[in-house]
């Protein structure tokens, strides 16, 4: 359990450093850019903590599937950007691919 909190923990961070980085302004703001540059750095090492027990292919799968969905909900809050509903239904995709993963799969770390 504590390795899938790690990767939640990686996901929430670079979702954060991620979000921060439109407001860095090409690393011109330093506050945002310290906030990229530290999440970053947190959730590399969070990652390399849940890859301990979580499959790395399992871990990237969810890792992207969930913060491709969160930095959509982010950049919509912080920056007005709306998506049509072909955007919609390609995350709707990677949402479903990301539960069948979990559900499904029976992949295990050697």
């Given at each position: 359990m504590k390795y899938w909190l790690y990767l939640m923990l990686a996901i929430l961070t670079e979702v954060v450093a991620t979000s921060a980085l439109k407001?860095?302004?090409?690393?011109?703001?330093?506050?945002?850019?310290?906030i990229v540059v530290a999440g970053y750095a947190i959730s590399f090492y969070a990652m390399s903590l849940a890859l301990e027990a979580i499959?790395?292919?399992?871990?990237?799968?969810?890792?992207?599937?969930?913060?491709?969905?969160?930095?959509?909900?982010?950049?919509?809050?912080?920056?007005g950007q709306r998506l049509d509903v072909w955007a919609l239904i390609g995350i709707g995709f990677i949402i479903v691919g990301v539960v069948i993963l979990n559900l499904l799969s029976k992949v295990e770390v050697r």
């Open positions: 407001a860095s302004a090409g690393f011109s703001r330093p506050l945002p850019s310290l499959p790395v292919g399992i871990a990237y799968a969810v890792w992207s599937g969930i913060g491709i969905v969160l930095i959509t909900v982010a950049a919509w809050f912080l920056y």
